[in-house]
């Protein structure tokens, strides 16, 4: 401080040009002894040779005064002393400040390593190994204050390798825990002994890195962190392969389901498409691409959605076709308007479905069509009835509907055709056969005159198309008819007549 206000006091004197000409300012001497008393201060010579360096500091400021009093050869002999007492003091501080940086540096240059500076700082890490070997060979040559000089420089160095590895530990604590959290979440799926047993070493070896980082020993957690990563993920894309191959198969069993529900008629380059979408994605698999496979099974997806949406359209478009026929057919037989308030019904209905297609309302479309043709088939069932009833063939007896087996030498009865004459629905022949079981021993072999209860047919909910799929089903299913290998198909009143 001394030496600095002699500074300051100086070069005001030169600025108001107060230098009197009897006095000798000893300017060269004075600024020596401050730039030796700033260098001791560099290596520390405040605390390794206190005693010269507080003389030092003593002898500037009494130059400082004499120079003010106007002493000026009392100034100069203390401004000489004074850089001599500041050598004497660099000179004993020199080689300790020198070790000291050089600790601290290696002391660094170990911290970081331990940090895993070869990784998260190379740079950095290699500068302060340079410059920690450079200073060893500057004081094997006794440069000292090179060295020193060197020392400094490698201990800043190594502060800064320091704090960027140091950087790092909260994305590799975040790393850990979301390891942790794939291991939690990866051991509630059905994995088998040897996963398990793989997840539980890494979520161990997870706890020792945890461990580890918390002593600042990053270097030797990394190798159990990639570890735990290498098996956490090995475990995670075999879940998914597993995963994705579940989904192929179930969207290949949906394909074989459109199939049946006559997608192929309306969707058929649609449904070729995902089938060989699948094939790719499940060759993807076999290579591990994962994340390629699960894109084609997106893909594969969004053509079955296009398929369904198309099959469902066709169905809906041909059961307008056909239920606008059995409304006429329905209305040609009900000569007596006797159903015509639900036959109009009916009509609405069709209306309403045929709005809906035209808006391209497909499904609900079809569910009207469906109810409507529901409604006009219990119609004909009700007509028919009436009309064997009228002949004498259909009665209700203790509350139940009874059919009388009728002889017709060309046409005999069967189940199959009795079904037809009261259901309209041929394939409903079970439903007799087994509300009398107890008079028929073999459904192929009747009797006329037999009298048989006819259950009311049970109410049944279908998808969009599976009454079509059922009824082409259940044309493979009739039985054999060992009087007569005739399908009736609309041979009811004919058999009446006859």
Not at 207 to 219: F, H, P, Q, T
Not at 462 to 489: L, M, V
């Amino acid at each position: 401080m001394a030496a600095r206000k002699y500074i300051m006091f100086l070069l005001s004197c030169m600025t108001i040009g107060f230098i009197s000409c009897d006095v000798e300012i000893p300017i060269q001497e004075m600024v020596k002894a401050r730039t030796t008393i700033e260098k001791a201060r560099q290596v520390n010579a405040e605390q390794y040779d206190p005693d010269n360096f507080n003389k030092a500091t003593e002898q500037l400021k009494a130059s400082h005064d004499a120079a003010v009093n106007k002493k000026g050869g009392n100034a100069k002999k203390a401004a000489v002393e004074s850089a001599n007492y500041a050598e004497l003091a660099i000179k004993t501080s020199l080689p300790r400040a020198t070790e000291d940086a050089l600790t601290e540096a290696k002391t660094l240059l170990k911290e970081s390593e331990a940090l895993n500076a070869e990784q998260f700082a190379p740079e950095q890490y290699s500068k302060t190994g340079a410059a920690v070997s450079e200073t060893e060979k500057l004081k094997e040559d006794q440069k000292m204050w090179d060295a020193f000089m060197k020392a400094r420089e490698a201990v800043a160095s190594g502060k800064e390798t320091k704090e960027l590895c140091m950087a790092k530990i909260p994305a590799l604590n975040e790393n850990i825990a979301r390891m942790k959290k794939e291991i939690e979440d990866l051991n509630s799926r059905n994995l088998s002994a040897q996963q398990k047993q793989d997840l539980a070493s890494a979520g161990q070896n997870l706890d020792r890195a945890n461990a580890l980082i918390a002593r600042d020993n990053v270097k030797e957690a990394m190798p159990l962190i990639s570890e735990s990563e290498k098996v956490v993920t090995g475990v995670k894309l075999a879940v998914q392969k597993l995963s994705a191959k579940d989904r192929i198969a179930q969207l290949r069993k949906e394909v074989d389901a459109l199939k049946k529900e006559r997608g192929s008629e309306f969707a058929g380059e649609d449904i070729e498409v995902v089938v060989t979408t699948l094939n790719e994605a499940e060759s993807l698999l076999d290579q591990d691409k994962n994340d390629e496979a699960t894109k084609k099974i997106a893909d594969a997806e969004a053509s079955l959605a296009i398929a369904k949406e198309k099959t469902v359209k066709g169905l809906a478009q041909d059961k307008a076709r056909s239920v606008e026929k059995l409304l006429e057919e329905t209305r040609k037989r009900d000569t007596a308007n006797k159903y015509k308030t639900e036959t109009d019904r009916a009509a609405e209905m069709i209306a309403d479905g045929t709005k809906l297609l035209e808006s391209d309302s497909y499904r609900d479309s079809l569910s009207k069509f469906n109810e409507a043709e529901s409604l006009l088939y219990s119609l004909g069932i009700a007509g028919e009835k009436d009309r064997l009833k009228d002949k004498g063939f259909l009665q209700k007896l203790e509350g139940k509907m009874v059919y009388k087996v009728i002889y017709n030498k060309k046409k005999r009865d069967c189940l199959w055709r009795i079904a037809h004459k009261v259901y309209k629905n041929a394939r409903l022949w079970p439903l007799i056969y087994m509300a009398n079981k107890d008079q028929i021993k073999d459904p192929d072999l009747i009797f006329p005159g037999q009298k048989f209860v006819i259950p009311d047919v049970p109410e049944k909910k279908a998808g969009p198309a599976k009454d079509e799929a059922e009824k082409k089903e259940a044309d493979k299913k009739e039985p054999e008819k060992k009087e007569s290998g005739d399908k009736p198909k609309d041979t009811a009143e004919e058999d009446i007549k006859e």
